[in-house]
């Protein structure tokens, strides 16, 4: 169906290797946000395309803005070479071996205090929180893992993500990998990035509300939204929607090695303390513990994310479209280990594969190429980010509201 340049029109237009499409066949593919065109099986980037208009004449364009794309992407690949230059993607191992070592002695301490002061309330309460705080260690140390920033090979990185999530903390590698990698691709966006699709529970950003409003969508009261995060966000995503949803997807997936990890934390986990609370007791402690650590996990991840542009995607280039996603916490040694170096967001999603103990050293540099080119670089307060969070959902539940009430 492409056909190929008229030969008589010119060297200028002899140079332009670019195939020439029909105006029906780009009529197909002219969304806004369409870079890829598909015809007989062959894929053309049509970020600079060719077509023959109704009218005869062949017209060679391009995207707005292609220009300081390219400027953009081309100091980033400078900037990721300076990063490789100075050795940031070279991982300290006692870091990291540190850091399990931490993991494994707050299980220790946790197991010691029900065992030498009993299973009495105030014991078991602090033994939940010693437990809440090394699953979401785990939770962090996992990750680092699962993006294969540890070890140069990374069969190893996958067999000790698979080690950390499925016996430190009874999930599935997976499963994990599946959701956080199409988070990594498209941040933010609306039927892409899986951390944004919140089933109708919330609307985010600003797109989502004013189009539930338009249609007259109301699975909740979303001018309330701010004030029921509290009850059904932090409190049940890990205990009731990702246990299950792990669970299935192992299942439903036969993902039996991934089934086998979870297994070994489960069993580990009942030997350790049926003998304190029986049967039932230990499983209502366990999911205790994730209801503690389903808050720890929440405010820290939608800290980063849930308070910048959430939309339908938008051409942009890798640099930006993160930068317009992602947002940094002020560093300090506590904000570093609680949120697991997750403060350094946007580095993080500039460089995934970039050991977490580097991140700050690549900042500086990070934060110069966003002032060239006029990129908003956000850095805010632990405080004000976790307060943002409910501004935010206020904000785009009204926005909600307007629509819906308007006619």
Sequence with gaps: MGKGGNQGEGAAEREVSVPTFSWEEIQKHNLRTDRWLVIDRKVYNITKWSIQHPGGQRVIGHYAGEDATSKITEDFRALRKTA?????????????????????????????????????????????????????????????????????????NHLVHKFVIGHLKGASANWWNHRHFQHHAKPNIFHKDPDVNMLHVFVLGEWQPIEYGKKKLKYLPYNHQHEYFFLIGPPLLIPMYFQYQIIMTMIV?????????????????????????????????????????????????????????????????????????TCNVEQSFFND???????????????????????HKIAPLVKSLCAKHGIEYQEKPLLRALLDIIRSLKKSGKLWLDAYLHK
């Design 84 to 156: 490789e230059d100075m050795n940031l993607f070279k991982t300290n191992h006692v870091f990291f071996l540190l850091l399990l070592a931490h993991i494994i002695a707050l299980e220790s301490i946790a197991w010691f205090t029900v065992f030498y002061f009993g299973n009495g309330w105030i014991s078991t309460l602090i033994t939940a929180f010693v437990l809440a705080t090394s699953q979401a260690q785990a939770g962090w140390l996992q990750h680092d893992y699962g993006h294969l920033s540890v070890y140069r090979k990374p069969k190893w």
């Design 337 to 359: 280990w609680f949120s697991g170096h997750l403060n350094f967001q946007i580095e993080h999603h500039l460089f995934p594969t970039m050991p977490r103990h580097n991140l």
């Design 253 to 325: 997936h036969k993902n039996w090695v991934d089934l086998a990890w979870a297994i070994s934390y489960y069993i580990r986990f009942f030997i350790t303390y049926i003998p304190f609370y029986g049967i039932l007791g230990a499983l209502l402690f366990l999911n205790f513990i994730r209801f503690l650590e389903s808050h720890w996990f929440v405010w820290v991840t939608q800290m980063n994310h849930i308070v910048m542009e959430i939309d339908q995607e938008a051409y942009r280039d890798w640099f930006s479209s993160q930068l317009t996603a």
